[in-house]
């Protein structure tokens, strides 16, 4: 029944920056936790960052001092700025949300979008 639809994917060079969004309907921007996911070829799903409805954020280590996810519930858009970006960062990023931001952070989340390629060459 709910949407949410990932876009800004595509292939960069080791360095460089993307930008990832990520757009739903209002009964999704007004749950509590959202945030992305990713999973590389071979490897499990990890959680890269998560944002509460207060904007307080949650980053994995991987992603602290690169990333930055940002929420913008009047447009219904949550975003996702990549920067220094490596080839370990290759995987197919997902955005998710729940009604309880602990989910996001370190359980499943409920709500998934279909997910975008993101590429990183060396």
């Known amino acids: 029944q709910v949407q949410l639809v990932e876009s800004g994917g595509g292939l960069v060079q080791a360095g460089g920056s993307l930008t990832l969004s990520c757009t739903a309907p209002?009964?999704?921007?007004?749950?509590?936790?959202m945030g992305w996911y990713r999973q590389a070829p071979g490897q499990q799903r990890e959680m890269v960052a998560a944002i509460a409805t207060r904007t307080a954020k949650v980053y994995a280590d991987f992603a602290e001092g690169r990333f930055t996810i940002t929420r913008d519930n009047a447009r219904r858009m949550l975003s996702l700025q990549m920067s220094s970006l490596k080839p370990e960062d290759t995987a197919v990023y997902f955005c998710?949300?729940?009604?309880?931001?602990?989910?996001?952070?370190?359980?499943?989340?409920?709500?998934w979008g279909q997910g975008t390629q993101v590429t990183v060459s060396s």
């Open positions: 998710t949300a729940d009604r309880l931001v602990t989910k996001v952070v370190t359980g499943t989340p409920s709500y």
């Open positions: 209002g009964s999704i921007f007004s749950l509590e936790g």
